[in-house]
């Protein structure tokens, strides 16, 4: 089955830094990688995501890659806030209707002022 | 994006008693729901895939009769922890699929999560 790894589990950077977590899969039939937004106590939320017939996807501050060749695709965060602080899970799956996401183990983002 | 409903947000109960949290779809129908688990710092895990209608698909290693699934309607699916344990507490999250438009343009939604403590 698929197997997502995740780089790193914690990042700290300063207020204005950018941050870039990366992660790689395993099962090539894997099409779609969603990234997770997680505050405490609470389910995590879509921030963005991209399927594999796109390199790389853009939302304001947040930019997603995909190197579907290696395996692996990485979010992108520019100018941190201290609101960006949260865990962030990357995600893999065959994106058809009824298969589950299998997550990575989470990178704990802290973005200080 | 879609909006998934979970419920109780927090449950406190005692050992031996039984536990049932709903998970429902407000603004659009999910034929497939997907309940995850998840530990202090650590990662969603998936325990099971209800399917509308149809008996649970459950994960290896997690008990099929411990973690009761029903997925009676297109919007709503429960969990029902049976004969809670200590060992049971932690942080239950459901999610839905939901169609963006078109074949394999599936989205995951969240539920905001039910954390279960036993005492």
């Known amino acids: 089955g698929e197997n997502v790894e995740q780089h790193p589990s914690t990042l700290s950077v300063q207020e204005g830094d950018s941050a870039v977590i990366k992660c790689t899969y395993s099962?090539?039939?894997?099409?779609?990688f969603p990234w997770y937004k997680q505050e405490l106590g609470k389910g995590p939320q879509l921030i963005i995501d991209?399927?594999?017939?796109?390199g790389e996807k853009k939302d304001q501050r947040i930019a997603v890659t995909l190197n579907k060749t290696a395996k692996h695709f990485s979010l992108h965060i520019t100018e941190t806030q201290p609101e960006d602080s949260a865990v962030y899970f990357c995600a893999a799956s065959t994106g058809q209707a009824g298969t589950a996401l299998i997550f990575g183990k989470g990178t704990t983002l802290s973005v200080s002022s | 994006g879609a909006v998934v409903s979970q419920h109780p947000s927090r449950v406190i109960c005692k050992s031996g008693t039984s536990v049932k949290i709903e998970c429902r779809s407000l603004?659009?129908?999910?034929?497939?729901m997907f309940w995850y688990r998840q530990f202090p710092k650590q990662s969603l895990m998936l325990m099971a895939t209800?399917?509308?209608?149809?008996?649970?698909?459950?994960e290896q290693g997690v008990e099929k009769d411990k973690f009761l699934i029903n997925h009676a309607s297109l919007t709503l699916s429960t969990l029902t922890v049976t004969s809670a344990h200590p060992e049971d507490s932690s942080f239950y999250i459901c999610s839905a699929s939901a169609s963006t438009g078109g074949a394999g343009r599936e989205k995951l939604f969240f539920g905001s999560g039910t954390q279960l403590s036993v005492l």
């Open positions: 099962d090539s039939a894997s099409n779609y």
């Open positions: 603004d659009f129908q999910a034929t497939t």
């Open positions: 991209i399927r594999s017939n796109v």
């Open positions: 209800s399917n509308e209608g149809s008996k649970a698909t459950y």
